[in-house]
């Protein structure tokens, strides 16, 4: 059974930085190899919407906001996907969630880490 679980949240001044981590448990590390990985947030009032994601291969994609502030990254030996956020702005206060999908299986959730800007 896969779970995903997110840390690094909390609360941070705008301009300030913050690493978000998301760590796969149930799966092997060849298995989690295999997934494309992406970062969501919602904030009250708002849809959730992706912000960043990461290929198996490692390629890279980023909501156009975000580009340049935030960076994807995965450690597949340690089943693990970062986000480094960086220049943060009170937008930027929202629920992180992270997720995980592969070809012909369901999307794994996370079930969020909350950033606060201040």
């Known amino acids: 059974h896969v779970q995903l679980v997110e840390s690094g949240g909390g609360s941070v001044q705008a301009g300030g930085s913050r690493r978000l981590s998301c760590t796969a448990t149930g799966i092997n590390v060849r298995m989690y190899s295999t997934y494309c990985l992406t970062w969501f947030r919602q904030s009250p009032g708002k849809e959730r919407e992706g912000i960043a994601g990461?290929?198996?291969?490692?390629?890279?994609y980023y909501a156009d906001s975000m580009k340049g502030r935030f960076a994807i990254s995965r450690d597949n030996a340690k089943s693990t996907m970062y986000l480094q956020m960086n220049s943060l702005e009170s937008d930027d206060t929202a629920l992180y969630y992270c997720?995980?999908?592969?070809?012909?299986?369901?999307?794994?959730w996370g079930q969020g880490t909350q950033v606060t800007v201040s």
């Open positions: 990461i290929r198996r291969d490692g390629d890279e």
């Open positions: 997720a995980a999908v592969r070809l012909g299986a369901q999307r794994y």
